[in-house]
């Protein structure tokens, strides 16, 4: 039996609704774990998209957390139907999880307009980490017939992004 270190609760996480569309594992118990000791507001974990559709009429999410193998639809199929929503929680962060990531589902994951691929672990520290990211790292939004999500491009640090060139040469 492993031992959980008890941690300090804090306010991490104040104010983060996420939606779980994971299987009860480890993983799923050790991120909610996580998310509850950072006092997030909602944690809600469903089991197919039908669930995620009844839970995301009754609230507004910030962030999603989608296994690979979502039933029904797929992790990566569901991802792209919440960037086609027409809500504030299309530019929700997404991370995919996945056991056994590969450099394909990478780059479909990426033109899925999900934020983040993550590979399935039990390190707790590993999980607070992916989360934190998803939240810190903003990228412009996207948003056009062909593609909605997070922009696509590699940013160097202190370079200018897109969406602002483009706003000053109109």
């Given at each position: ?147 909605k999500g997070p922009c696509r491009r590699h940013q160097r ?14």
């Amino acid at each position: 039996m492993e031992l959980i270190h008890s941690v300090q609760k804090t306010d991490k996480y104040k104010g983060l609704r996420v939606l779980l569309g994971l299987k009860k594992c480890v993983f799923s118990e050790k991120l909610i774990a996580i998310l509850q000791n950072g006092n997030a507001s909602n944690i809600k974990i469903v089991e197919n998209h039908k669930d995620a559709m009844q839970e995301m009429h009754k609230l507004r999410f910030n962030m999603f957390v989608l296994h690979k193998e979502f039933p029904d639809l797929g992790g990566i199929d569901f991802g792209k139907f919440i960037r086609l929503t027409n809500s504030p929680m299309a530019r929700a962060p997404i991370i995919l999880a996945a056991s056994l990531p590969s450099e394909k589902l990478a780059i479909t994951v990426r033109d899925a307009g999900i934020n983040m691929l993550s590979v399935i672990k039990d390190d707790p520290l590993y999980l607070a980490n992916k989360v934190d990211t998803a939240r810190r790292v903003t990228k412009p939004f996207i948003d056009t017939e062909e593609y909605k999500g997070p922009c696509r491009r590699h940013q160097r640090r202190g370079e200018i992004p897109v969406d602002i060139i483009r706003q000053t040469l109109i």
